[in-house]
C-alpha cells in the first residue's frame, strides 16, 4: 500500500508565497495525474490545479491562475505547488491526490492528509 504525504503548509502574510511538496512511498507519481485540492472552513473541498503525466498544468480555479504553478520531480517522486502572492482566500488545507487517467476524468483515488495554509496579516 502506498503513502501521500503533504508538507510545506504554515502561516504566511498577505502576498508572501509558500512552496508545499506532495511525496509519495510505495508507488511511482509519474504513473499518475497528481490533483491539488483545498478546504476552507465551513466551505465545500475545491479542485485548485493539477498536472497530468506530460507535463501539463489543469487550473481548476481561475483564482490561482497566474499565481500558483504545479510541478513535478519524478526522480524524488514528489510533485509541487508553488504558491505566490497569496491571499486570505487561499487559506485552506490543501491536499494532494492521485488520478490514473488524467486532469480531466475526475478519477482521484489515493488522497493525502493534508498540510494547513493560513494567510493572515
Known amino acids: 500500500q502506498g503513502q501521500l504525504v503533504e508538507s510545506g503548509g504554515g502561516l504566511v502574510q498577505p502576498g508572501g508565497s509558500l512552496r508545499l511538496s506532495c511525496a509519495a512511498s510505495g508507488f511511482t507519481l509519474d504513473y499518475y495525474a497528481i490533483g491539488w485540492f483545498r478546504q476552507a472552513p465551513g466551505k465545500k473541498r475545491e479542485g485548485v490545479l493539477c498536472i497530468n503525466r506530460s507535463d501539463e498544468t489543469t487550473y481548476y480555479a481561475d483564482s490561482v491562475k497566474g499565481r500558483f504553478t504545479i510541478s513535478r520531480d519524478n526522480a524524488k517522486n514528489t510533485v509541487y505547488l508553488q504558491m505566490n502572492t497569496l491571499k486570505p482566500e487561499d487559506t485552506a488545507v490543501y491536499y494532494c491526490?492521485?488520478?490514473?487517467?488524467?486532469?480531466?476524468?475526475?478519477?482521484?483515488?489515493?488522497w493525502g492528509q493534508g498540510t494547513q495554509v493560513i494567510v493572515s496579516s
Open positions: 491526490a492521485t488520478d490514473p487517467t488524467d486532469c480531466t476524468g475526475g478519477y482521484f483515488q489515493d
